[in-house]
Each structure stands twice: as structure tokens, then as C-alpha cells.
């Protein structure tokens, strides 16, 4: 019966195999624990917020250097552009290394790979004034905005 | 979510099961991947805006809990766009026997926890070599 024994244990496999394709196309952008208006599949998610004279944008990119995100201010939109890296399987804590093809996933809910994400700005911003910091995987934007979006206070004379 | 836990379960492998728990207000559950290389079991959480020193790992009865204490960020100005909450994280995993709870390792690093579950040297899957008779 070598027919039944490959044709009973191939179809389980092929399973397996199918649900982590499934489950990868539905975690390439990880869910983050979001409420709001974030539309499904992108990354990363953002908050933004307004004071008076700048834009802050922070973003949660865990697993990501500096070097591994690229943003671009064009007036009234930030583009945010980079790269999770994968997992590294072969690296195990005592050493040993581990073969990749052995290696099984019981779990894969981190997306990785390349993402892009425009994000629209309140008011224009000084491009030139950006700063940006990535600390333990949150990255915090600031953008100043530009002179002629601030507000300007005008003095009331009397008569 | 269950479903394809337990289709990713290989036969004869300890399954790493989310342990239910009701989570307090603003407690996120992190992204996780768990991955099985024979000799330990690596699980990779997703836990931005953390210390090393504000997480808790603890192996305890077979039950791997992983805590962490995010501290509040300056929130200026006004929300223009809100998409996700800040908070602490918790996720717990069934492990089972068979671990070495003494040698679990965590590291923090870039908004990542780390964790090395060793197995005991006992139940590592060995190869045994098959002499010709």
C-alpha cells in the first residue's frame, strides 16, 4: 500500500503548507493592535499629531535599523519606504547552528519584506527642518512646519 | 488563529498554545513568531517602545510568559491621526514539558524580545546512524 501511505501523508503536508501561505498573505502586514482608520494591509501604522508650530508622525518599526528606513518630506506628504528583515533561523542561543530546512514554524505572525506607506500632512512642513529618530523600534518624525502654515498672531490695535 | 496552530503541529511536538488570559486595559498582545529548531524553541516578539529592564520573561510550569511595561511617550499637540494605542504587552505559551527552564535566554534588542527556550538534553531529537549488519 506505498500508494495510500504517500497519498495519506501528502495531503496533510500540502495542508500545512497551504494555511502558512494563507496565513502569510494575511500577515504580511502585521495587524498591529490598531483602532482607527488604518486601512487593512498597510504598514506600518502611524499616529500623527499637530501642535503649534510642527507635525510629528511616529511609526512602530520593530526590527528595524535606521539604515533600514528611508523618509522623504515633498511639502504636505511624508513618504515612509523600507524593509523588515526576515527572521534569522540559522541562530540559536547555545551555538549550535541550526539547519534551515529542519527548522518548524509553530507560529508566523510577524510580517516581513519591503513596505510603503504615503502619509498625508495637515499643513506643509519645512522639508529641510525634519528630524527623525528610531528608538527600540518606535520611529518618531517631526516635521516643523513650513513659515507661511504657522499660525500667525495678529496684534489688535485700539483705536 | 487556534486552527492553524494545530495545523502547523507537527506529530510528536510539544504545541506552543496561547494561554487564555484576560487581558487588562491597554495590555497589547505582541506579534509573535515561534520557531522550532530541535535542540530549543526561538520566540521572536514584536514589542516596540520597551526597555530591557521593563520586561519580565518568566518559564514556569511549562507555561512561557512574556511582560512588558511601556513607558508613556510625549503626546504634544493634537491627534491628527490616531491608528494604534500604546500600552504594555503580555502573551503567554504553553510549552509543556521537556524544557530546561534554567537556560531560557532572553534578549531586547531594536523593539524585539528574543527568547531561547533550550530543550533538556534528554529529549533532543537524535540521530541514530543505522550500521550495516
Known sequence: ?159 | MNQQAVMNQPAGTTPATDVAERPAALTFQPNVDIRDLGGEVVFTADIPGSKADGIDVTFEDGVLTMHATVPPREQAGRPIRQEYGIGNYRRSFRLGDGFDASQVTADYARGVLTVHVPRLAAVRPRKVAVRAG
Do not use: Y
Open chain 1, 1 to 159: 500500500m506505498t500508494t495510500f501511505r504517500a497519498g495519506f501523508a501528502l495531503p496533510l503536508e500540502e495542508l500545512r503548507d497551504e494555511f502558512d501561505r494563507l496565513w502569510t498573505s494575511l500577515t504580511a502586514a502585521p495587524p498591529l493592535h490598531g483602532w482607527g482608520v488604518r486601512p487593512e494591509g498597510v504598514f506600518p501604522a502611524v499616529n500623527v499629531r499637530e501642535t503649534a508650530d510642527a507635525v510629528s508622525v511616529e511609526a512602530e518599526l520593530p526590527g528595524l535599523d535606521a539604515g533600514d528606513v528611508e523618509i522623504s518630506v515633498t511639502g504636505e506628504e511624508l513618504l515612509l519606504r523600507g524593509s523588515r528583515p526576515q527572521t534569522e533561523p540559522a541562530a540559536t542561543g547555545n551555538g549550535e547552528a541550526a539547519e534551515a530546512a529542519k527548522v518548524v514554524w509553530h507560529r508566523r505572525e510577524r510580517g516581513t519584506g519591503g513596505f510603503e506607506r504615503r502619509i498625508p500632512l495637515p499643513v506643509a512642513v519645512d522639508p529641510a527642518g525634519v528630524e527623525a529618530r528610531l528608538v527600540d523600534g518606535v520611529l518618531l518624525i517631526t516635521c516643523p512646519k513650513a513659515a507661511e502654515a504657522k499660525p500667525h498672531r495678529v496684534e489688535v490695535r485700539s483705536a
